[in-house]
């Protein structure tokens, strides 16, 4: 027998392993409905709690068990049920796939699916053939039952988003044939990592948002074939182990917004199919480590947010495929070498704001090289010690630029004028002087420009210049004295309806998650 079930937009998949099928002579009829899998189907039907309101809302949503009757013999009769003619199956416990997850509606948003009576022990006790479980986005509210240690089957575990409680079961860890483990989202689930002293072929380990703990074991090397491993937003602490570094497969590594401690582990640049390497919010300190400039594969590199000191490594120009680089609020500084990553040609965000670099200005003589695109985002360099822009263009070179911060710097010099894609532009408390070029005039996308704290002269309009410049001058109008009223003028050009939360895309990359999910 082979069932399916389609409720609230939701697909309930049932995979089951072929059995040798039963011959029937023609004086006997086909049993094709089973009291015991009558009776399993009716328990599955009371164990649901149906919103009927949220499904109203639903253009596809509609309750298949209504026509679920306890009095009707025949379950194949019943609506979602597909009952196969040939194979004899004796027993739902053969289920070897039980996914209820992504059970949610969008508006208003709400999880649809309770799990109550029967609870999730009493559901899996039996499935002792099960390989992959889903209940992602199902309401669970309890704890993760110990039985599910004895699956022996089981490859993939997804738990996501079903208000888990209590400690995890570390057994779960020691099933033979587990790939996958998702918990993501349980923040009352709380758990740490034993030591792998054990055969296993895990590769996704994903702990967002839940209350794991502890210190990451030496032995984790022994996950030889892991390739995501998120750790992020956990409670765990102390120092990462070197071993770390041993994961030949790994290509997605997240230990950030946790409490981790001390260098960052120079072997992690063993990694070498690393695509995302997460580490803001920690309390890492030291250098960056040099050997991370060999993740050639590498395209997010986050570093936000610790006590690292020294300068970024000028070899980071080797991370040919790098498009996010964020190494915003440490203790960064020396020489800024801007040449390092103009030559990153898919360079799309670069934040190096909250240090106390000096900038080095770009070695013009290369300027026929490709060059970083900067695109959505851009560049945030606010909060250092950057001086002059005597060397650089008055229009900056980033074509696709949409972003640029450089507040609280030691600029002096001319106002630079930012490409006509700019979207936001802050350059405030710096020493800029001169008159405020007419090219901003050109910027029509713009909707924040923000150069208080500075001593430009800052323009009187009148009105038949305002007309030549109707997006920009009548904003910049200062009273006498050259400084606008209490140091501040704040341009606010949106006149079209804009979302600027783009504007603070990448400061917290560590919520941009692969698209892993289940």
Known sequence: MRLSLAFACFLFIVTLFQFTAFSFSSEQ??????????????????SFIIDKQALAAGFCAYPKVDSWDSQSVDCCSWDGIDCDKITEISKVYRLSSLDFSNNWDTNPSQRLLVLEKPDVK???QNLTNLKYLSLSYVVVASPIPSVLANLSSLTSLYLEFCGLQGMFPLAIFRLPNLETVWLVDNLDLTGYLLEFNFSNKLKKLALWDTSFSGELPASIDNLNSLEFLGLGHCNF???VPSTLGNLPNLKFLDLATNSFTG???PTLGNLTKLDTLELHDNYFTGFIPSELTNLTQLTSLNLLGNMLHGSVPSSISRLEKLKFFDCDDNRLGGILEMDAFLELKDLQYLFLSLNNFYLVSPDNSNATRPQAQLVDIGLRLSNNSLIGFDDFPLVLPW?????LKLDSNILRGSLPVPPLST???SISNNSLNGEIPQLLCNLSSLSILDFSYNNMSVLRTPIEEVSSCPRVAPLLMAPQGGRPRDGLIKVLLAKKERKNEMLGVGMKRGNERMEEKC
């Not at 009829?29 to 009371?46: G, Y």
């Not at 074509?399 to 972003?403: A, F, G, N, P, R």
């Open 29 to 46: 009829p086909a049993v094709l409905c089973h009291s015991d899998e009558r009776l399993a189907l009716l328990q599955l039907k009371d």
């Open 122 to 124: 009493s559901l899996i």
């Open 237 to 239: 602490s102390g120092s």
């Open 263 to 265: 260098s960052v582990p």
């Open 399 to 403: 074509s696709k630029l949409q972003y």
């Open 423 to 425: 979207v936001f532009y």
